[in-house]
């Protein structure tokens, strides 16, 4: 699937090359700029950018292991709500 017209990038080209950045490097970030450059090519109209990044997060390869999320991708600990952050700080003296 064409996801890019102006740049004529599809879907299985975004996950090649977030493929080929991870396993070039594993703990570097991908952005889609990273992605296009990869790809020698640059963004022009930026319509294709909502489906540019959810085929980006369909891809296995992009996140990055961490103490909080291992390799498997699934947290190691739950993150806190907002709401109760929020709540605190109203309650802070």
Do not use: E
Not at 20 to 39: E, N
Not at 69 to 76: E, F, Q, T, W, Y
Request: proline fraction near 9%; aromatic fraction near 4%.
């Amino acid at each position: 699937m064409i996801v890019c017209h102006c740049m004529n990038i599809a879907d299985h080209d975004i996950r090649a090359a977030v493929d080929w950045m991870r396993a070039a490097d594993p703990d570097t970030i991908i952005t889609p700029r990273k992605v296009y450059r990869s790809l020698g090519k640059s963004a022009d109209c930026g319509g294709c950018l909502p489906l540019f990044l959810d085929t980006m997060r369909r891809c296995d390869s992009l996140p990055v292991a961490t103490v909080d999320r291992p390799a498997d991708g699934r947290p190691s600990q739950s993150v806190p709500y907002l709401g109760t952050v929020q709540r605190k700080r109203n309650k802070a003296p």
